[in-house]
């Protein structure tokens, strides 16, 4: 009497497929993290430039730099940083619009010119959120936005918070996101002259 070939796995040929499955699915993880990683790098490029360009317009319209204040600043002017003004304050301003904590938009922008339009969201994360109006990189963290509202043809106030070194730079306006820096773990001040600043700080000066 002949015996009946079994087409069902063995164990050890059921472990193997399990294995390969597992191996498959992690790599196409690490894949997709880093795919999601670069798509959130290029969006918050793109917000910095387009807050970057807003300013230059603004300047181009008044004839000079927004600072938030209506006492001239005697030093550069930073917003979105611990320590600082909220980002609100600039964006509600280049936006004309007046979210809490701004109740005036004409009073520096009394033609009322929108110079931007960026995304409305309604979490902390991804552009500018509609409950407090401050702008927020893909990660959760406030873009840090730098003014030479003293027009000394130099960056220097919390830049160096950023940068590291003596924190100068011959700019008019910058634009940081650290949220990829905090992301991966690190703490502290970020130092864009550490090999993981560089790899993870964002920045963008004009």
Same mark, same amino acid.
């Given at each position: 009497?002949?015996?009946?070939?079994?087409?069902?796995? *063995?164990?050890?040929? #059921?472990?193997?497929?399990?294995?390969?499955? +597992?191996? %498959?699915?992690? %790599?196409?993880?690490?894949?997709?993290?880093?795919? %999601?990683?670069?798509?959130?790098? #290029?969006?918050? !490029?793109? @917000?910095?430039?387009?807050?970057?360009?807003?300013?230059? %317009?603004?300047?181009?319209?008044?004839?000079?730099?927004?600072?938030?204040?209506? *006492?001239?600043? *005697?030093? @550069?002017? *930073?917003?979105?940083?611990?320590?600082?003004?909220?980002?609100?304050?600039?964006?509600?301003? #280049?936006?004309?619009?007046? =979210?809490?904590? $701004?109740?005036?938009?004409?009073?520096?922008? =009394?033609?009322?010119?929108?110079?931007?339009?960026?995304?409305?969201?309604?979490?902390?994360? &991804?552009?500018?959120?509609?409950?407090?109006?401050? $702008?927020?990189? =893909? $990660? &959760?963290?406030?873009?840090?936005?730098?003014?030479?509202?003293?027009?000394?043809?130099?960056?220097?106030?919390? +830049?160096?918070? +950023?940068?590291?070194?003596?924190?100068?730079?011959?700019?008019? +306006?910058?634009?940081?996101?650290?949220? #990829?820096?905090?992301?991966?773990?690190?703490?502290?001040? =970020?130092?864009?002259?550490?090999?993981?600043? !560089?790899?993870?700080?964002?920045?963008?000066?004009?």
């Amino acid at each position: 009497m002949k015996k009946r070939s079994s087409s069902a796995f *063995t164990l050890i040929e #059921l472990l193997v497929v399990i294995s390969i499955i +597992v191996i %498959l699915a992690t %790599l196409g993880f690490a894949g997709m993290s880093q795919a %999601l990683v670069a798509a959130r790098k #290029l969006q918050a !490029k793109n @917000d910095m430039a387009q807050i970057a360009n807003a300013i230059h %317009l603004y300047n181009t319209e008044y004839g000079r730099f927004p600072c938030g204040s209506d *006492t001239p600043p *005697t030093g @550069d002017t *930073t917003f979105g940083v611990q320590g600082a003004a909220d980002n609100s304050v600039i964006i509600s301003i #280049l936006r004309a619009r007046g =979210p809490a904590g $701004w109740d005036d938009p004409t009073k520096e922008n =009394p033609r009322r010119t929108s110079f931007m339009e960026p995304k409305m969201v309604e979490v902390q994360k &991804g552009g500018v959120y509609s409950g407090d109006g401050n $702008w927020y990189d =893909p $990660w &959760g963290f406030q873009y840090i936005i730098f003014i030479d509202s003293d027009y000394d043809g130099d960056l220097t106030t919390e +830049v160096g918070r +950023v940068i590291g070194g003596a924190g100068t730079v011959s700019a008019s +306006v910058g634009v940081a996101s650290v949220g #990829l820096y905090y992301a991966k773990g690190d703490t502290g001040n =970020p130092d864009y002259n550490t090999p993981q600043g !560089k790899k993870s700080v964002l920045l963008s000066w004009k």
